[in-house]
C-alpha cells in the first residue's frame, strides 16, 4: 500500500483539508466506494460523523461542513472500539469495514470504508494500520482548526466548561510499558471545577486529580491558577514537594479568602517502581489488589489556597504489578451518587480496559442521579504493571488490550 503517498498528499494539505484528503487517497489506494472519520463526541458515548456535505439536510451545519451523531451503544462501533479489532461486515451497498481510530490506547474514534468486495488478510492490516495513522492525522491538525473541537460538541458548552475542558489533557488515556491510565469527567449542569491531569517523562509519570469550591467561572478559574501552577512547577523541574507548595502558594496569592481547590498530586519512578502523594483535603483513592479493593488511608493535609507558605506531607504510596487505583473527587462519592457501591463496581469491572473502566463508573453515577449531577463527578484509573518499560503495541493499542 503506497502510504507515502497518503502521507505527503495530507502533509501539503490545508489543516482543514486533511481528513477530506486522507479519505480521497484512501479511495484510490483501496478502491473504496465510501470513506468516512467518525470522532467521539465530549461526552464519550456518541461519535459524530464529519464531512464536507453543503446540501445535507440531517445532522448540524457549518458552512459546507456537516456532522451527524451516531449513537456507540450496542452498535458495529461500540464492539470495534472495545476489541480494539476491524470489523466487517455485508451490506447492500457492498461491503462495509470498521476499524478503530486509537492514539496510544486513547480513542480518536472510527473509520468507515464501502468495499466492493470482502478484503484480503493484507487488506484488513493494512486498513488497521491506517486506522491508527488516521489517528494522527487528526491528532496532529487539531492543533489548527477549530473543525473537530466544532464536531465533538453535540450540546452546548457553556463559558466554565470551555474553561474546564482546556485544562484537562489532551488525551484521556496513555497506554505505557509500565502502566496505562485513563481519566474520565462527568460535568455538573452548572461545572464544578473537577480537573484531573499527568505527564509522562522519561523516568517519572506525574498525574494529579483537583476539585475547586464552588461551581461555574469562579470554580473554572480556581482550577485554572492551580492546575497552571502545579504545570509550572513541574516543568521547572521541582520535586514533588517544591510543586505543591509552589502551587498552594499560587493559588492563596491569587484567590479570595476561603476559596480553595482540593486534591491529590502524585510522582511515580518508572526506574525505582516507587511512588509519592500529597493528599490536599481530598477523598482517598481506592485500590483494588488480589480481588480485593480498598481505601488508602492517607494523612490529610489542609486544601490548596487556604494558608500561603505552608508545607504539605509527601507520602509514600505502595504499588504492586497488578495494582489498579482508583482517584477519584467527592462527585463520585456523595449526595445521589453516594448509592454507587464502588468497591463492588471495582471489582465487577476488574477484567476492563482503564479506559472502559473510567466511562462504567461515569455511567453509574450518571444513571443512580437520573443524569442530573449536582457536581461534577471524575475519575483516574491507573493500572500498574511494573517491569520493564517496553510496550507491545498493535495499531495504536497495547496487545494485552486489543481483544475482548
Known sequence: MDLRSLLERVEAAPPVDAIDVAADELTRILGAREVSLLIVDYGGRTLVRLGRTPNAVAGRTHDT????????????????????????RETDSGTRVTAPVTVRGDVIGAMDLVLAAPPSPQQMTDIAGIGHLLGHVVVVNRRYTDLFEWGQRTTTVSLSAEIQRRLLPQAFTCEAGQFTLAGWLEPASTVGGDTFDYALDRETLHLSITDAAGHDVDAAMLATVLVGA????????????????????????????GQFVTGQVVRIDLVRHAASIVNAGHPFPLRLRGGRVEEIALAIDMPFGLEPGRSFRVQPLALVPGDRIMFVTDGMLERHAAELDFHTTMRETAHLHPREVVHAHGDAVLRICGGNLRDDATVLCLDWYGGAAGRQALHGASREHASP
Open 230 to 257: 502545579l504545570r509550572n512547577a513541574r516543568r521547572a523541574g521541582l520535586d514533588l514537594s517544591s510543586q505543591v507548595i509552589t502551587a498552594n502558594d499560587s493559588l492563596a496569592a491569587y484567590s479570595s479568602v
Open 65 to 88: 461542513e456537516n456532522a451527524s451523531s451516531v449513537p456507540m451503544a450496542g452498535t458495529v462501533y461500540d464492539e470495534v472500539l472495545r476489541t480494539q479489532r476491524v470489523a466487517v
